[in-house]
């Protein structure tokens, strides 16, 4: 009888199960490796060939790090609002850098809360700079620091009040203290459909306020 050949390779499925290399969350593309990792191996004859170890030793090396105290830049993707995106194991959708960093330094982000920055700078990831609060505390402290119209110094006083959204957009009903109150009152619980009637709105605008696609400057 002949002797059956056993695989070198375990057998999975193309496109459907992810990478087999740890960490990966990619799908699948040949050899239970997903593209990257397939290309590597058959160049070089690693999966992981030409790259740091871990994720810790490639995420520092996109990072342009000074002083403890200085803002640490990312130096890789960004998105339009400058904040920088990284792939972290075990999320299937790019996450922030300064967030990444976060967990790296300390732990996973609670339930509730977000990472938020110390020095108001979008692709800083020094753990310095970084902390967790609710959304609510993020846009008291941007009111606080000048980051919304309320502030003296914000960008919108000092040009002439043009903007990509807000109050300035011609035939909306809401101000940026409506804004702000609607997702503090939001971030304590409260449904949007009882919120809304008393601002003359309808539910899908918090909804989208929340989402960062209107009022951009107090959604982040």
């Not at 194991?89 to 990472?115: I, T």
């Not at 306020?209 to 400057?217: L, Q």
Request: charged fraction near 25%; include cysteine; proline fraction near 5%.
């Amino acid at each position: 009888m002949k002797e059956q050949r056993t695989q070198k390779y375990p057998r999975r499925s193309i496109g459907v199960d992810p990478c087999i290399v740890e960490g990966c969350v990619r799908k699948n593309f040949g050899l239970g490796y997903c593209s990257a990792h397939y290309q590597r191996f058959r160049r070089w004859g690693d999966p992981q060939a030409g790259r740091a170890e871990t994720f810790e030793e490639r995420f520092w090396q996109k990072v342009e790090r000074r002083g403890s105290d200085d803002c640490w830049l990312w130096q890789a993707a960004k998105n339009q609002d400058g904040y920088g995106l990284v792939r972290y194991p075990g999320f299937v959708h790019m996450v922030g850098a300064h967030r990444a960093s976060w967990m790296l330094h300390n732990r996973d982000v609670p339930n509730g809360l977000e990472v938020l920055h110390r020095c108001d700078n979008p692709p800083c990831v020094n753990p310095a700079h970084l902390w967790l609060g609710t959304q609510a505390e993020n846009n008291r402290d941007a009111a606080q620091k000048g980051r919304t119209s309320q502030g003296e110094n914000h960008w919108m006083r000092n040009h002439g009040g043009r903007a990509f959204g807000g109050k300035h957009r011609g035939r909306t009903k809401l101000t940026v203290e409506n804004v702000a109150e609607i997702l503090e009152r939001r971030a304590c619980g409260e449904f949007a459909t009882d919120i809304a009637p008393k601002y003359g709105i309808t539910p899908s605008t918090i909804y989208a306020i929340e989402k960062g696609k209107t009022w951009r400057h107090l959604s982040i």
